[in-house]
């Protein structure tokens, strides 16, 4: 009887000088956080804006329906069918909202290298790394023309 109250005592002792949830959790996050920004930064040293440079397109329709595949595997669980910023995994009550590619001010509106960019490297706050999941360049400028001159439109 004995041990088991020095042991139980023990573990109490050493539960009790651990880190507390709430100083777990922000341990997590800071690791994720600092994973996340890595991730960031090598995407960002693998992107090279040139390799777009010889993209051809037979027709615009050819870059459009490819960018709608792309778009409907890739992007829509977060931005959702209409890139309203929607789609699935917010509707499932996910925190992150994505932007409305709709919205008149949307910030890529005009900027087709830096919508290219950003689905390529991604961001820290949540948006995949797709030059790192296996997104080919075509299949980010087919999904930028999409987004630009199909769903905007």
């Not at 949830?21 to 994973?35: D, H, P, S």
């Not at 777009?52 to 792309?70: C, K, L, M």
Request: glycine share 10%; with cysteine; proline share 5%.
């Amino acid at each position: 009887m004995r041990a088991r109250a020095i042991g139980l005592t023990a573990l109490f002792v050493l539960t009790a000088c651990g880190p507390s949830a709430e100083e777990e959790a922000a341990r997590i996050a800071a690791e994720e956080a600092a994973i996340a920004q890595a991730a960031m930064t090598e995407a960002q040293d693998m992107y090279d804006p040139a390799n777009f440079d010889s993209i051809s397109w037979e027709a615009p329709a050819e870059a459009i329906e490819r960018g709608a595949t792309v778009f409907r595997f890739s992007c829509q669980k977060c931005h959702g069918p209409t890139g309203a910023g929607d789609g699935g995994f917010v509707q499932g009550g996910d925190t992150l909202h994505p932007p409305s590619f709709l919205e008149a001010d949307w910030r890529f509106a005009e900027d087709r290298d830096g919508l290219r960019e950003a689905v390529f490297v991604g961001a820290v706050e949540g948006m995949p790394h797709w030059g790192m999941e296996g997104l080919k360049y075509r299949d980010v400028d087919a999904v930028a023309i999409y987004i630009q001159d199909d769903l905007r439109n």
